[in-house]
């Protein structure tokens, strides 16, 4: 099964994107903070396909530094980002790619399998 970690503060948007990634036959690991998501991929030494993380989030690490961190020390892992507040403009690392919200319920299930199909 492929999982992914999601990583999004606002509970009510985490569950519905969790709801949506189960519905196609992820395996969802749920964390509300970028350091919250180190630790459970430090626990699963890596063990992670994708990871979908918003930018604003609370604990002094962002989406993108979270993104970059786990492309460094994981790059095997797919990375799809989002925000309904910051635009991302350039490259992410690892060719991840940027999500803005509010974005379609089929676009992070569509983008997660792309990205892993062209690792």
Not at 47 to 59: I, Q
């Amino acid at each position: 099964m492929t999982a992914v970690l999601l990583v999004e503060d606002e509970p009510l948007v985490r569950m519905l994107a969790a709801d949506i990634l189960e519905d196609d036959g992820f395996e969802v690991i749920e964390a509300a903070t970028a350091r919250a998501a180190l630790t459970i991929l430090e626990k699963r030494n890596g063990e992670v396909d994708a990871l979908f993380t918003d930018v604003d989030m609370p604990g002094g690490m962002n989406g993108l530094e979270l993104a970059g961190i786990v492309h460094h020390r994981w790059p095997h892992i797919a990375l799809l980002v989002t925000s309904g507040v910051v635009r991302v403009s350039g490259d992410l690392p690892g060719r991840g790619v940027f999500l803005e919200k509010p974005y379609p319920s089929t676009a992070p299930v569509r983008i997660i399998r792309q990205l892993i199909e062209h690792r």
